[in-house]
């Protein structure tokens, strides 16, 4: 097994290692997708289907979408 490591920017944005890119065939602006079981995360290279259902989730999600809420939870 291969082990890589990346370390997160205080905007808690990593970058994905080289090895790692290179096994998903990720190019830049390609989406990925995580995979949560408990403990157990996996990255993967986002499907088409991934990006319709995140879409279609996108016009319920209203709690967070003035500048009073983004000034409010910026620090999150």
Excluded: C, H
Aim: avoid cysteine; glycine fraction near 2%.
């Amino acid at each position: 097994m291969q082990t890589t490591t990346s370390k997160l920017t205080k905007k808690y944005q990593a970058t994905i290692p080289e090895p790692v890119r290179r096994l998903l065939n990720l190019e830049a602006g390609d989406a990925v997708a995580f995979d949560i079981k408990g403990p157990v995360i996996r990255l993967r290279k986002a499907r088409p289907i991934d990006l319709a259902y995140a879409a279609s989730l996108e016009a319920t999600l209203t709690e967070w979408e003035t500048q009073a809420d983004e000034d409010a939870y910026r620090d999150l």
